[in-house]
């Protein structure tokens, strides 16, 4: 197991905590649901980054499998990767949905960035 400097250690927790946060007001204030579900759900994703390595290089990484090369995501972190962006740019996308389905995925969402950060960190958040 790699262990991860200070700093991205500490951006990947606070990221995780933020995200819980968010997603804890999201289901207090249903009229802004929807966009704090979306910040949520993002800053989960930071976490996953931080705490894999450079945020900027796995996030080109996972564009650019998204766009050019399938191939590579056969990769399971990678493909746990590119299935956590699709899944924030598609409720992105979608203003429509329902707030409990929506809530749902963010926790799937959360459940996953806090087990992967939990993994390279070392420490349950």
Not at 54 to 83: G, H, M, R, W
Not at 95 to 102: I, S
Request: one cysteine or more; glycine letters at 4%.
């Amino acid at each position: 197991m790699t262990t991860i400097g200070n700093y991205r250690k500490g951006w990947a927790l606070r990221y995780l905590r933020e995200a819980k946060a968010e997603l804890i007001a999201a289901r207090k204030t249903p009229s802004i649901a929807h966009s704090l579900v979306l910040e949520a759900m993002r800053k989960a994703q930071a976490a996953i980054y931080y705490s894999l390595g450079d945020p900027a290089f796995i996030e080109s990484i996972v564009y650019q499998s998204l766009s050019t090369q399938p191939q590579l995501a056969n990769e399971p972190t990678l493909k746990c990767l590119i299935e956590i962006e699709k899944t924030i740019q598609k409720l992105s996308q979608t203003l429509d949905l329902e707030l409990p389905k929506t809530i749902d995925q963010a926790n799937n969402v959360m459940e996953i960035a806090s087990d992967i950060v939990e993994l390279f960190v070392g420490e349950k958040s």
